[in-house]
């Protein structure tokens, strides 16, 4: 029993003729597999490479993007230890487009879920790979293909019951142990089935696949955010004491000159338990009344459903009193780097939970007819309406993050030398940061984001073919897709990071004690005694009721979900057309062809924003200034269009037997992003006044795609029936890459109380060093004690002020942690003009060169069962980051750039088949701007075995990251650690039959 495929991929069956009759054998599982793909490759225009199903419900690996990663030049990103977005050639996601079966498919994925959503970027860990019968990655432009991808078309194919008639099917059940969980040792359930049926003489066709899988997962991290990369001349906020300053002699190997130096702003350990519930299902339903008609109505249906509930504590750093040791230059790293506090400044030690709970759902309902009215033309008709929709799966919404503190921390440290950052604190005399009566509750935020996009396409396609002629066919066709996005983001949030209400307020039993080097078993430091052993981990539901009933963090009636105060509202609506040549001949003797095409595209855009509107500005803690937003709303909306030519052209050569040479040049585009496009102007609730004022952006639905040149050219020898090699080489120019262009303005008549009256006045009288909010705060305590008399309480006052001087200042109920006035200093009219930084996203005349080489060897050592497949790319590009170069300094750079190797050898021979792979990526540029982002390289061993040890019946195991690789970003130096993480295996046992 092979696997199922459409019928456009009937020519890659894996049939082999007995040699003493008319009768085949079927080539099945790992052989067959690998057969099915070279085949599609072999006989493939252009550079496409292919994984096709091994057996009916039986994909190589068990995500699809851990399959992919197979093909040269596919790298993965992973999320929660499993594969969920792919990078080909050094583009990102967001640069390759993802259909089914031909059609283009919506994308949705909230992300963090604490922003608003904007990526274009397939999450495959949405899709089981059971329900797949094989995916195509075309990495050379084609006319008949839809735009979109740079990078590749990626198109998941999925069986089809006419394809194979007759009953058959295959029910899978497997158990998944995943030994990253912090608590317990939980086996969790995979179910999956696919059935297919034909009747009336194979007219009709039905075929249902199914699949559901629980896993239970932990994920725990150091991490760790960074000031700016600074020259060792600077002298700002943050920056090291200069050399024979105060604190200059407690800075070992300080950075001089022109070295670059990034200092961490606060680091904490990260405790995360992950859930995850997916859900996939299929209904294909096919009539073929003629040979020449077939009508095919199909349903597709995906939900995935990730938990994640994160304990933290972690530590800021206020660089006053700092010692530190740094690597040497030119990008000097600390070695270590700590912070003494002053008793009277009642440092606090920070504990934070967190609750991201999500769930994305697709729907897709498709039909097709294809006819064939005469024996040289063929007819196809298509037509899908198809959503992706991401909402919170939480009555917190998307994201939600509550914070407490213990004040009185002495001393805080952060080692780098080993590869977990090792991170302490120490607390002044009767302090003990696992007391719970000591914690105090402070800020809080629940954050709601909503992401849909709807897809409705129309595909005409035709074929016509030609007898003995130089043009062996002509295919044509033209597309309409209409692309709906709607991206919606509110939130609730309290920016009491000072403390608010005595700790006493929170009852003990909210807190539980958390373990802290277990969690980063085998990663060097974690066996470091300075590593705190245990810190306070809150019962998320039960602080948050305590909170609301107490403070009212939800209004008091625990409806935690915000209103969106940004919906943003995207319509893109695109016209294709296309015609192609496909051309035989005979080049010396023997076979070449050519195929030459060219598609048309016209796009409009429409693009429309619900903007929140601010009232009012505060200073709202010592170096916090924050916007307040009304309950106006401004919908605004822009508009915005392009046309592209997109031709190509593949020429293929045989000049020998079963030796393939190809050259391909295409002409590729990959739209904006969707947070680039939006219509209206966002202002950033929180600013710096000191840091330049407040900031904000704009979309810009005008901007032109990314549009690339392509040149393909390899070199293909297929030696054996499963084995072949292959040499390419692949180069691209693109150009219209995005950039930002900068407006500083005012907005809405905003003011800041930053150096305006009451400010100066301040300054004036306790200088600039001194406590400015508190000499302004006592302005108005002072009033209202003489109106009120000297005997008044502190709550008559706060009462007294916050009704009669309501347009200027708002103050708490209760004191701070360091027995100061806390609340709101609030602007008035007297206040200077605030300035916003507003960025908008522009088309630049930067362009950039990308090239690599791929190779491939898959050998079957005869019929011994034995085989390998090895393979390398090679990327490169002309654009890259210098992190020698400060902060201020702009630089462009291409991101996702790294070779990348697969390893595999396996057995398959007698119902018995093993397979043990290794996939490695090498260290790349993942982010850019002020400061880069690198991720460290990564590698990975899988295996898995099988018996078939009754016929139909097979009993399998699986191991994911065997050796438990961790993983580890940084910034300019490999000691500026932004985030480290162990790495589990995970294992499956189970059982198939197939029928």
């Known amino acids: 029993m092979t696997a199922l495929s459409t019928g456009a991929h009937a020519q890659d069956a894996a049939l082999a003729a007995a040699p003493d009759d008319n009768t085949v054998v079927v080539v099945t599982g790992i052989r067959g597999s690998l057969r099915s793909s070279m085949q599609t490759k072999k006989n493939a225009q252009g550079v496409v490479d292919s994984i096709s199903a091994e057996d009916m419900g039986k994909f190589p690996d068990t995500n699809l993007a851990e ?89 998941i194919r999925t069986p089809r019951p006419l394809d194979k008639p007759g009953f058959r099917g295959s029910l899978g059940v497997k158990a998944v142990y995943d030994t990253s969980q912090n608590d317990g040792s939980d086996f969790t359930p995979e179910v999956s089935g696919i059935l297919s049926d034909t009747f009336a003489d194979n007219k009709f066709g039905i075929l249902f696949t199914g699949s559901y899988q629980k896993r239970k997962a932990s994920n725990n991290d150091f991490s760790a955010g960074w000031r700016d990369g600074y020259l060792g001349t600077e002298n700002n906020w943050g920056s090291l004491a200069q050399t024979g300053t105060p604190g200059g002699d407690k800075i070992t190997n300080r950075p001089e000159g022109n070295d670059v130096y990034e200092v961490q702003q606060n680091g904490a350990y990260d405790i995360h338990n992950i859930e995850r519930e997916r859900l996939n299902g299929q209904l294909v339903l096919q009539w073929r009344p003629v040979e020449s008609l077939t009508a095919t109505l199909d349903y597709t249906y995906s939900k995935n459903k990730v938990t994640d509930r994160t304990s933290s504590t972690g530590v800021w750093f206020n660089f006053n009193d700092v010692s530190s040791a740094w690597t040497d230059g030119p990008v000097a790293g600390p070695i270590w780097y700590s912070e003494h506090f002053r008793a009277d400044e009642h440092k606090d030690l920070a504990y934070s939970a967190s609750l991201t709970a999500n769930q994305s759902e697709n729907k ?20 899908h309406h198809s959503t992706a929709e991401s909402r919170p799966d939480s009555p917190y919404g998307s994201n939600m993050s509550i914070g407490a503190s213990i004040f009185g921390v002495m001393d805080q440290k952060i080692d780098y030398s080993s590869y977990l950052p090792v991170m302490s604190y120490s607390m002044y005399p009767g302090i003990d940061y696992l007391d719970k009566s000591l914690v105090t509750p402070t800020g809080n935020a629940f954050r709601n984001a909503y992401f849909k996009d709807q897809i409705d396409q129309v595909q005409v396609r035709g074929r016509y073919s030609f007898d003995d002629s130089f043009i062996d066919s002509i295919d044509f066709g033209a597309s309409s897709i209409e692309n709906k996005v709607r991206s919606a983001y509110g939130y609730i949030q309290h920016d009491t990071w000072g403390g608010v209400g005595p700790a006493s307020d929170i009852p003990d039993d909210i807190f539980d004690l958390v373990s802290i080097p277990d969690k ?67 080049l010396f ?68 037997q079963n030796v393939i040479m190809r050259a391909s040049a295409s002409t590729t585009i990959t ?57 390419g080489y692949f180069h691209k120019d693109v150009s219209n890459f995005i950039s930002t262009h900068r407006v500083d303005t005012t907005a809405f008549g905003m003011k800041t109380p930053f150096q305006g009256p009451r400010y100066n006045a301040a300054v004036a009288a306790v200088g600039a060093t001194g406590n400015i909010r508190q000499y302004i705060f006592e302005q108005y305590t002072n009033a209202a004690t003489a109106a009120l008399g000297a005997g008044a309480s502190y709550q008559d006052i706060v009462n007294y002020v916050n009704a009669n001087f ?99 050898a396996f057995y398959d021979k007698n119902g018995i088949q093993g397979r043990i792979a290794y996939n490695w990526r090498a260290k790349f540029l993942a982010g850019t701007g002020p400061n880069p982002t690198y991720v ?60």
């Not at 897709?364 to 037509?383: H, I, V």
């Not at 995207?570 to 294709?576: S, W």
């Not at 088309?843 to 497949?869: C, K, M, P, R």
């Not at 090679?874 to 750039?897: E, H, I, R």
């Open 520 to 586: 980063f078993d085998g990663l060097s430091g974690a066996g470091n005694p300075a590593i705190p052993q245990q810190f306070l981990a809150a019962k998320i539901e039960d602080y948050v009721a305590k909170l609301d009933q107490l403070y009212q963090v939800c209004g008091g009636t625990m409806d935690c979900l915000a209103d969106y105060t940004t919906d943003r509202r995207i319509q893109e609506k695109t016209i294709a057309t296309y015609v192609q040549a496909n051309m035989k001949f005979d």
């Open 364 to 383: 897709s309902t498709g039909l097709n007819l294809k006819w064939k009215p005469l024996d040289a033309l063929t007819l196809e008709l298509d037509a």
């Open 936 to 995: 460290d390289d990564y590698g990975q061993f899988d295996a898995s075995a099988s018996w078939e040890f009754k016929p139909g019946l097979t009993a399998f195991i699986e191991g994911i990251n065997l050796t438990n690789e961790s993983r580890r970003v940084f910034g300019r130096s490999y000691n500026n650690v932004k985030f480290v993480a162990p790495g589990y295996a995970r294992y499956s046992v189970g059982v198939r039959y197939t029928f």
């Open 671 to 727: 739209r904006p992003d969707y947070a680039s496009m939006q219509g209206g102007q966002t202002l950033d609730k929180l600013y710096r006044a000191a840091l330049n004022g407040g900031t904000g952006s704009m979309g810009n639905p005008g901007l032109e795609p990314y549009k690339s040149n392509n040149i393909d050219l390899s070199a293909e020898w297929y030696y054996g029936p499963d084995s072949y090699v292959s040499l």
């Open 67 to 155: 399959s992919l990663q197979r093909i040269t030049g596919v790298s993965i990103d992973r999320s929660n230890g499993e594969g969920s977005f792919v990078t080909v050639r050094g583009f990102g996601p967001e640069f390759n487009l993802v259909t089914l079966n031909s059609r283009q498919m919506p994308t949705s994925t909230l992300g963090d879920g604490a922003s608003a959503p904007a990526s274009r970027s397939f999450d495959f860990a949405n899709l089981a790979s059971e329900g797949v019968a094989g995916v195509d990655v075309y990495k050379s432009g084609r006319a008949s293909v839809d735009s979109g991808g740079i990078g590749s078309t990626i198109n």
């Open 806 to 904: 309501a347009d200027e200042v708002h103050l708490e109920n209760t004191l701070d942690s360091s027995g100061n006035i806390s609340g709101q200093i609030i602007a008035t009219a007297a206040d200077p003009d605030l300035t916003f930084q507003v960025t908008t996203p522009v088309n630049s005349d930067q362009t950039s060169a990308l090239y690599g080489w791929e190779f491939n060897i898959q050998h079957t050592f005869a019929d011994t069962g034995f085989g390998v497949i090895l393979n390398y790319t090679k990327v490169d590009g002309d654009a890259t980051y210098d992190p020698s170069k400060p902060w201020n300094v702009t630089q462009f750079a291409l991101t996702g750039l790294s070779d990348s190797a697969n390893a595999v």
């Open 589 to 656: 003797d023997n076979p070449a062809h050519l195929v030459a095409g060219v598609r048309y595209e016209k796009t409009d855009i429409d693009s429309a924003a619900l903007v929140p509107i601010p009232v009012s500005s505060a200073w709202v803690a010592a170096n916090e200034f924050d916007l307040t937003f009304g309950a106006q709303q401004d919908f605004t909306a822009f508009t915005g269009k392009y046309q592209e030519l997109l031709p190509n052209i593949d020429f293929d050569f045989r000049p020998m």
